[in-house]
């Protein structure tokens, strides 16, 4: 069966699955979801003898439906290669009471190369399916590691432009350093004074201004995006979650068909929605824990029903989840109402910055904070020798707040989002409070010796790459440097 998508604000203008891809957003400002949740056709038990890319085909010919087999199986084939430093693509790691599964091993070490190594192909192809003549222009807000993953992505792929807009003072100095020495002769960086809700704010307006996109379409320019509100980013990472209920089953910590729950580090709610898209479609899932750093707008939504976004933006040390605006949390709305109720609450929280929307399924909220954060860092490091990253760390305190709340025994995986190399000077804080004043650079060499694991390729020597993008922008000017890139 062929499924369409459908904005989640109610605008009557199906498309399918590779239009969703180019467009990125719908008209009307919603993001598009599937008209009917697929489910699987297959019997369970077969993931279990499926690699990843045979697994990832099973899984995505379901939702992209208007993609051939030739041309799934290509874009699966030129996205999970010899780019990922594991044959596994997403190895499940076992260490003290927790299982990892670790979505850090492809080229930017962040769980975003999941999705985005795949999301250029899908688009290329897309845009060949479709009739697309103009060049497409990736816009794009990061709170750190979706933008270095996209820029990888798409740097150099013919026909596609991509612009890249990041907090200047919000992420790492890892993750600036990979951004702003991005190579491409079509890729653009910018910081933005302003934090990622500024600029993930600024870039869905210019999705919606008809008279800008009129304007570029004129001279041979149409817009999409990289972010997870695009379903082509969102797809691919329901993959994982059936993967690492394989492994979890060929590991011998879950029975076929027992149910499972995940503990997921999120700030924008497109991966943890991926589980929830993955359980709908059919995999054995209990809880899905969405744990939250100090800015836990989603942990108090989920406990009280209230989104409310009229609050201290909090910087803290996993800076990929300081975000008060959950984009993808609208379709979750969406599947559980209808387009009515999702344009009011949206509007709601356009307006005055709070909804009401009372939730009672499969989701739970869990938070930590910056010490909570760091001892659990500290305490699985000399426990078992096995190094978190902050934001892995926040989903581990929150799964150990879980069970001492809940006593639920089922089995759990922990969703691990990004090498610990990427925040080395917070990890070694962490492990040793004499860490505290490193430089960030100095701290990639200091946590290879003190984890005696190897520095990542990619960042490694990243401090001596020359610094290719330099501008810096007022959060209210993102429109007007678009223009001026695209003249």
């Avoid at 203008?13 to 056709?41: C, F, H, R, W």
């Avoid at 038990?45 to 697994?55: D, S």
């Avoid at 590991?251 to 991966?271: D, H, I, R, Y």
Wanted: proline share 3%; with cysteine; hydrophobic share 40%.
């Amino acid at each position: 069966m062929d499924i369409m998508f459908k904005s989640t604000r109610g605008d009557k203008n199906y498309v399918t699955a590779s239009q969703a891809i180019v467009k990125g957003i719908a008209e009307d400002g919603g993001l598009y979801v599937p008209e009917a949740m697929p489910t699987i056709d297959f019997p369970l038990e077969k993931i279990t003898e499926w690699n990843y890319r045979e697994l990832a085909y099973e899984v995505l010919k379901l939702v992209l439906t208007d993609y051939t087999e030739e041309e799934l199986k290509y874009c699966i084939a030129s996205a999970y290669d010899e780019k990922f430093d594991t044959e596994l693509i997403a190895p499940l790691v076992s260490a003290g009471n927790a299982d990892f599964l670790e979505l850090f091993h492809g080229k930017t070490i962040a769980f975003k190369d999941m999705a985005l190594s795949i999301l250029p192909y899908l688009l290329k192809t897309a845009a060949v399916k479709n009739g697309v003549k103009e060049e497409i222009v990736i816009l794009t807000a990061t709170s750190g590691d979706t933008g270095k993953a996209a820029l990888e992505g798409f740097a150099d792929v013919e026909g596609t432009q991509i612009i890249v807009f990041f907090p200047e003072d919000g992420v790492s100095a890892v993750q600036k350093a990979q951004m702003v020495t991005q190579q491409g002769k079509n890729t653009c960086v910018a910081g933005i004074r302003g934090n990622f809700d500024d600029a993930q704010t600024a870039v869905k307006k210019i999705f919606t201004d008809n008279e800008l996109k009129a304007e570029l379409k004129e001279k041979g320019y149409v817009f999409s995006s990289a972010n997870s509100i695009n379903i082509g980013r969102l797809a691919p990472q329901i993959v994982y979650y059936f993967y690492a209920y394989a492994q979890m089953v060929k590991a011998g910590k879950l029975a076929m068909g027992e149910k499972v729950n995940f503990t997921v580090p999120t700030g924008n709610f497109g991966n943890i929605l991926a589980g929830y898209y993955a359980m709908n479609m059919g995999l054995p899932v209990n809880r899905l824990i969405c744990a939250s750093n100090d800015n836990k707008v989603l942990y108090d939504f989920f406990r009280t029903g209230a989104y409310d976004i009229n609050r201290e933006f909090i910087v803290t040390v996993s800076p990929s989840m300081d975000i008060l605006i959950s984009s993808n949390l609208e379709r979750l709305l969406y599947h559980l109402s209808d387009s009515d109720r999702t344009r009011t609450v949206m509007s709601e929280l356009s307006k005055g910055g709070r909804y009401e929307f009372s939730i009672d399924n499969e989701f739970t909220g869990e938070f930590a904070t910056i010490p909570e954060t760091f001892k659990a860092i500290h305490d699985l490091f000399y426990e078992t020798g096995y190094v978190m990253d902050t934001h892995t760390a926040v989903a581990k305190a929150a799964y150990d707040k879980y069970i001492a709340e809940t006593g639920d025994n089922t089995p759990n995986v922990i969703v691990s989002t990004a090498s610990p190399y990427k925040f080395a000077k917070d990890v070694l804080k962490a492990i040793d409070s004499k860490y505290e004043n490193i430089d960030a650079f100095a701290a990639l060499e200091k946590l290879s010796e003190v984890s005696n694991t190897p520095i990542p390729k990619p960042i490694k020597d990243i401090d001596k790459r020359e610094v290719l993008h330099k501008s810096v922008i007022d959060r209210d000017a993102l429109a007007d440097f678009v223009k001026n890139k695209l003249k």
